[in-house]
């Protein structure tokens, strides 16, 4: 099997939306990704950082997803990184009401031996720094670097987010932060801008208005499935990159035409977690469901039309 090395956070979150609000409960980028990429055929671990007050419960979670936990160290006596925030009534807007690094402030990433030689690597969104020290540490060059990053990084650490942005092959962000980051308004240009920053291709997710995949003069756009109820999007783009990057992961095929499959899958199961608080959907998800609803964005697309 493929390997696919996923960097992130594992978190608490506390998170409040028009829908109603939770305590502590499992967060952070690297465990939607790991979750995300555990309904395909791969091996996976993730590198990160705990504090010894991160339950033993959610630890077995994620090994018996078959993610490889080698990498992720608990801080004896530390605290687990915890974001809290509260969602607008849009859902597409939010604020941050509470971050507390913790253990991640000193956070100095270990690539597993096993794994220096993964054929995927999924830089999920941290300290640039993070990201460039796991490419530091690998010891055969990936057939794919995924990058996702956020507007933070843009305002306090733009310099070494430019350096690792030169190294990878993919990256992810939002049309907001696709704007900030190119000073383009029109996405179009932006993804021009950005990729003769380093990336071949530029994923711009526009939330419920699904994504766009950019590769040179070439543009895919894959939608959003219209859901009746959307709970909570924390965790929904991680999601998505945790999909997109187990497909190329298992596909072992990193052509613009198997990315638009990717897009797909990545959008298929932020679907599904965005139905329920946190982590709580991808937790109860079956591969059954997911399957069945891949059939139901195929029929949203497919059409014939005579010309």
Known sequence: MNKLLIVGTVAFDAIETPFGKTDKILGGA???????????????????????????EYLDLLIERNVDISGLEVVKGGKTFFWSGRYHNDLNS???LDTQLNVLADFQPKVPQNYKNADVVMLGNLHPLVQSSVLDQMETKPKLVVLDTMNFWMDCALPELLEVIKRIDVITINDEEARQLSGEYSLVKAAAKIQAMGPKYVVIKKGEHGALLFHNKEVFFAPALPLEEVFDPTGAGDTFAGGFA?????????????????????????SFCVEKFGTDRMVDLDKEEVMSRLQQFKSLTQFEIAL
Not at 246 to 270: C, D, H, P, R
């Open 246 to 270: 187990g497909f190329i992961t298992q596909s072992e095929n990193v052509s613009f035409e198997n990315m638009k499959n990717a897009i797909i899958y990545g959008s298929n199961l932020a």
């Open 30 to 56: 690297g465990t939607y990704i790991g979750l995300s990429a555990s309904f395909f055929n791969l091996q996976s671990a993730i590198v990160s950082v705990v504090g010894d007050d991160f339950p033993q």
């Open 94 to 96: 939010r604020d941050t």
